[in-house]
């Protein structure tokens, strides 16, 4: 084995950790846009880029129906607090917003 093979397996590698993670929809903003200004240079083949932004697309989808489900669960934490301290009656069965409202 060469001294060169030996400082590569012994050199720990280095993992770039992005700024933005997919995961937030500004991350994924930031990847759409560098995905974009690739295909615009030429740097990046049309269809390549295009499945990129679709899967990019995609994955907004899921980032924003989390949120959706964190701030349903927040309401109905509100609402049942609401209730038990008299502010609210009703529920969304109610026949307007007005029902809601305390006497």
């Known amino acids: 084995m060469s001294s060169d093979t030996e400082i590569t397996k012994a050199t720990p590698r280095i993992i770039m950790r992005r700024r933005d993670p997919l995961a937030s929809l500004s991350g994924l903003l930031t990847e759409a846009s560098r995905v974009y200004r690739k295909m615009k ?10 499945s990129l932004i679709w899967a990019l697309t995609q994955l907004r989808g899921l980032v924003e129906a989390r949120h959706l489900e964190r701030i349903e669960v927040k309401l109905n934490e509100l609402q049942v607090v609401a209730e038990s301290r008299g502010l609210i009656t009703g529920g969304h ?5 007005q029902a809601r409202l305390p006497n």
């Open 41 to 50: 240079a030429g740097q990046l083949d049309h269809e390549t880029g295009r």
């Open 93 to 97: 069965d109610s026949a307007g917003p």
